[in-house]
C-alpha cells in the first residue's frame, strides 16, 4: 500500500525529497504522515498533513526543516527534508496510522560527512 522513495546518502546541511506512493484506498480522503526509525529506537512520527493539504504539524526535531506536502492526483505524499543532520539518520516510511495498514519497506535516509 505504500512505497517510499528518495532516500540516500546526503552530508550534513544537505537536502533530500522523500516521495510516498500510496494504492488501496482513498487517498485523498485521509491525512498522511511520516515516520522515521532509527537503528536501537522506536518508530516516531515527524510530520503530518490532514487530507486536502489544509493542515500540517511537525516534530519539534524536524521543525523549521522538514516540509510535508501531497498531490492527490498522484496519491503520492512528500516531504521535503533540509539542513539535515547526523541525528535524521533512519529508515523514513509513510502511513496513515500505525495499523492501518503494512508498513512500506520504507527508505534509508544517512546524513554523514
Known amino acids: 500500500q505504500f512505497v517510499e522513495s528518495g532516500g540516500g546518502l546526503v552530508q550534513p546541511g544537505g537536502s533530500l525529497r522523500l516521495s510516498c506512493a500510496a494504492s488501496?484506498?482513498?487517498?485523498?480522503?485521509?491525512?498522511m504522515r511520516w515516520y522515521r526509525q532509527a537503528p536501537g529506537k522506536e518508530r516516531e512520527s515527524v510530520a503530518t498533513i490532514t487530507s486536502a493539504g489544509g493542515s500540517t504539524s511537525y516534530a519539534d526535531s524536524v521543525k523549521g526543516r522538514f516540509r510535508i506536502s501531497r498531490d492527490d492526483a498522484k496519491n503520492t505524499v512528500y516531504l521535503q527534508m533540509n539542513s539535515l543532520k547526523p541525528e535524521d539518520t533512519a529508515v523514513y516510511y509513510c502511513?496513515?496510522?500505525?495499523?492501518?495498514?503494512?508498513w512500506g519497506q520504507g527508505t534509508q535516509v544517512t546524513v554523514s560527512s
Open positions: 488501496g484506498f482513498t487517498f485523498s480522503t485521509y491525512g
Open positions: 502511513n496513515v496510522r500505525p495499523g492501518f495498514g503494512s
